[in-house]
């Protein structure tokens, strides 16, 4: 068959389809039989209602159905007769004019784009390193060490100071009149630890238990609350309770509590590199991956089918509602989050999917299955029981699937960095630490 397709601009096609009357009718008559024989009506027994009963109530839905299915065969095929790679559904509008004994119908739809990867001896990529110093090893020991910290409470006679959790009542007025969220009783905090803004913790630092004060505190511009962003209120404080902290001794009862089989100390600081090598390896490679990217996207010509892009963003708008129903937000699914929000993310997301498919084609990186079990077995190492964990991908053509994503994305990476003009730098661990 002959497929005429007609180019409107850019990826935008269309073609003309015909269904030939007969063919419809023939259809619907025979799918009215089959719905007949177990349709139930007042006054008849099963698979005894007349059929112009059942053609009367279903007809009309049944020959929607049908054309729907004559139209997606014939889309199919003159899809693939005209060798045309379909990008999202396409949209269907019958026309006025068709032949004797045919319905006619315009087909538009997008297609997948030509993708003109660039010259990536040409693109600059800045590769990051980043090592596991002794300091960072004491921080993480001190992180350790505050999550099992224990509270004693304080004397009449002691201030409140820095690494102390105190007990507060509090109430602020902005122009005399109480805020949203301005007013709490027996408000817990730690000092010094930046739980509350500045001046609010320096107004508490040095005030004795059973101690009220009145102090003015500027909101900054920038503030979350909105409502009081950039307006001065004045607060009273009273002091309820004042504890001070114990944080326990890094010994060979620390390092056990912590599930050190050695029970030492050299044992524990060992465990902790070892998870902070993981964990900054990790952490490069995604900020490796992203200047790759960035930079093969950069050097590719492309168009962006919009369907793709909507569809990425519909795609967004679901995992947004998921989230809000993992926290528990009422009626999550029927949130009015509209898709338009995501569309600039979609269509990033969407381009570098195309570019890297290009890529991976092109240049043979796919995953192989040596790649894919070495990097499953290195995701269970960080697992008390690796074995499991590796059976456990297995197991799953969808954990499979995501894994294989993972090595195929880690393949175009090298390949770009093998190519392209890189530029080394070794980062700070906690700038490292710090990036998102």
Not at 272 to 297: H, T, Y
Not at 395 to 412: G, L
Request: proline share 3%; no cysteine; glycine share 6%.
């Amino acid at each position: 068959m002959a497929v005429t397709v007609e180019t409107l601009e850019k990826l935008e096609r269309r073609i003309t389809l015909t269904l030939a009357a007969a063919d419809i009718n023939t259809e619907v008559e025979s799918r009215l039989k089959k719905l007949a024989r177990t349709v139930k009506a007042d006054g008849f027994r099963p698979g005894k209602v007349p059929m112009s009963f059942v053609a009367q109530r279903y007809g009309a839905q049944v020959q929607y159905e049908v054309v729907n299915d004559k139209l997606g065969e014939a889309f199919s095929v003159a899809a693939n007769e005209a060798k045309l790679r379909v990008a999202g559904m396409p949209s269907i509008a019958q026309k006025d004019t068709a032949g004797e004994g045919e319905l006619a119908f315009d087909a538009t739809f997008e297609v997948y784009p030509e993708v003109k990867l660039g010259d990536l001896g040409e693109a600059e990529v800045e590769r990051v390193a980043a090592d596991v110093t002794d300091e960072a090893i004491d921080k993480t020991v001190e992180i350790l060490r505050k999550q099992r910290r224990s509270f004693a409470q304080r004397g009449a006679a002691d201030v409140a100071a820095d690494g102390d959790r105190v007990s507060i009542d509090f109430e602020g007025k902005i122009d005399g009149e109480p805020f949203a969220g301005g007013k709490a009783d027996g408000f817990q905090f730690l000092l010094g630890e930046g739980q509350m803004l500045e001046a609010f913790e320096k107004a508490v630092r040095g005030m004795k238990a059973g101690e009220s004060k009145t102090f003015p505190l500027a909101f900054p511009a920038d503030y979350h609350g909105k409502d009081v962003a950039g307006k001065e209120a004045d607060f009273l404080v009273t002091v309820k309770k004042i504890e001070a902290q114990h944080l326990p001794d890094v010994n060979e009862a620390f390092a056990k509590a912590l599930g050190i089989k050695e029970g030492t100390v050299e044992a524990l600081r060992a465990d902790i590199k070892k998870n902070l090598e993981r964990e900054v390896k990790f952490r490069v490679l995604a900020k490796n991956k992203g200047a790759a990217m960035d930079a093969l996207v950069g050097k590719a010509e492309l168009d962006v089918p919009k369907a793709l892009i909507a569809g990425e963003a519909e795609r967004m708008v679901a995992n947004a509602r998921e989230d809000l129903k993992k926290r528990g937000i009422k009626d999550a699914d029927k949130a009015p989050i509209p898709a338009e929000l995501f569309n600039e993310q979609a269509e990033k997301r969407v381009r570098l999917g195309l570019v890297v498919a290009e890529l991976v084609r092109a240049n043979n990186l796919q995953a192989k299955p040596e790649q894919l079990q070495a990097h499953i077995e290195e995701i269970s190492q960080s697992y008390e029981k690796p074995a499991e964990v590796v059976r456990w991908y297995l197991s799953d053509r969808e954990r499979m699937a995501e894994v294989e994503a993972v090595v195929i994305e880690n393949n175009v990476t090298d390949f770009i960095l093998g190519k392209a003009k890189v530029t080394d730098k070794q980062l700070p661990f906690d700038e490292l630490m710090a990036t998102a």
